[in-house]
């Protein structure tokens, strides 16, 4: 396969700066050289700085955040702005994960607040959407669908050449050990497409991913979906030969 593809991990709150360079040390004894794909990994805030040292070593891969404050700076302990990220070379962050909307509380409006503030640093943005699963049997997903892409880009002008990726997350999905049915990936991801054509986003190049249960024996059936670059993985990136073993199916 061809198409340009992302093979992100989430880490979410799990490994110690051991088990994380562990992971690494590992990973570079591995054949990258396997799949074009881009892979990006999101460690806690903790290990972020450590393990960007290691992209000199290992060209394949970039690190993301999990988050970023919507504010600036100032007093909002225990927080973490996009001038600390970008002053640690830190190229992606996570934006509106599923559950920092839910467990957190994040809302659509700082969700906007966030992207926008990526938008006009050196990062670049990784949006996670998706319905629930009530939303899911009310027949809401495209309303829902459409709600957070619009609010996510309210303030872009979309002049800045930037990457975004837009993982699709179906929330009924994610953790559960099985991922959401081809069919439902296919129109959805054919509704976020069709959503994101009717926004003009001029210098931006726009990928679509889905994520929620991937794992090693259904990576390449999704991934063989049209208009799905890639994943966001959660608890198949934990374990290095896993997570290796979806990256070189795409
Ligand atoms: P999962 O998590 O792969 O464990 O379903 C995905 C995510 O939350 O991004």
């Given at each position: ?10 880490w ?30 999101c ?6 700085n ?6 000199n070593k ?5 690190f ?7 504010e ?7 927080e973490v702005s ?25 809302k ?9 503030l990526v938008?006009n ?6 949006l ?20 957070q ?7 872009l ?31 959805n ?9 009717n926004i ?5 190049n ?6 929620g ?10 991934f ?17 030969e ?9």
């Amino acid at each position: 396969m061809s198409k340009t593809s992302f093979c992100i991990a989430n880490w979410k709150m799990n490994k110690t700066i051991q088990e994380a360079t562990d992971y690494i040390e590992k990973i570079n004894k591995m054949d990258l050289s396997k799949s074009s794909a881009k892979m990006i990994i999101c460690p806690s805030y903790t290990n972020l700085n450590d393990l960007i040292r290691y992209e000199n070593k290992i060209n394949k891969i970039t690190f993301g955040a999990q988050n970023v404050s919507s504010e600036n700076k100032g007093s909002f302990t225990g927080e973490v702005s996009i001038s600390m990220l970008e002053s640690i070379g830190c190229s992606w962050v996570i934006i509106g994960h599923s559950e920092r909307r839910l467990i957190m509380q994040e809302k659509d409006s700082e969700i906007a607040r966030k992207i926008e503030l990526v938008y006009n640093s050196t990062l670049n943005p990784i949006l996670c959407i998706g319905e629930t699963s009530a939303e899911n049997k009310n027949g809401e997903t495209h309303k829902v669908l459409e709600r957070q892409i619009n609010t996510a880009f309210e303030y872009l002008d979309f002049e800045n050449n930037k990457e975004i990726l837009i993982a699709y997350e179906p929330i009924w999905a994610i953790g559960t050990g099985t991922a959401a049915d081809r069919k439902s990936i296919e129109s959805n991801i054919k509704i976020i497409k069709n959503i994101i054509n009717n926004i003009n986003t001029k210098n931006c190049n726009i990928y679509l991913l889905y994520g929620g249960s991937v794992d090693e024996n259904n990576a390449s059936d999704i991934f063989s979906i049209d208009d799905v670059n890639g994943f966001l993985i959660g608890t198949s990136s934990l374990d290095v030969e896993r997570f290796y073993d979806i990256y070189r199916q795409i």
